[in-house]
Nanobody
């Protein structure tokens, strides 16, 4: 794989759930920190959640208790389980891979939460 590939975005009503997936290159995935970022119109791209290769996680305050990041290195995949979604979660969500010598970005997947 030359790029990260996200999937799982879509349209959901407030209070609903979505699960985002991201897959990346085999040889570097397992030694990289993975993250999910989001960017709403007119806003900067901000970190939503990250997970190191050792399993340490970090979350933005706005999603704590609602979102869960996880990884499966055997599948070269990182996931973001999003529960209790709010309209303010609406954004393009990007997968990020931070390797020792380089970083990679996916092209994003749209998440829209209606009220």
């Amino acid at each position: 794989q030359v790029q990260l590939v996200e999937s799982g975005g879509g349209l959901v009503q407030a209070g609903g759930s979505l699960r985002l997936s991201c897959t990346g290159p085999e040889r570097i995935f397992s030694v990289s920190t993975m993250g999910w970022y989001r960017q709403a119109p007119g806003k900067q791209r901000d970190l939503v959640a990250s997970i190191t290769r050792g399993g340490s996680t970090n979350y933005a305050d706005s999603v704590k208790g609602r979102f869960t990041i996880s990884r499966d290195d055997a599948e070269n995949a990182v996931y973001l389980q999003m529960n209790s979604l709010k309209p303010e979660d609406t954004a393009v969500y990007y997968c990020n891979l931070q390797a020792p010598l380089f970083s990679m970005w996916g092209r994003g997947t749209q998440v829209t939460v209606s009220s």
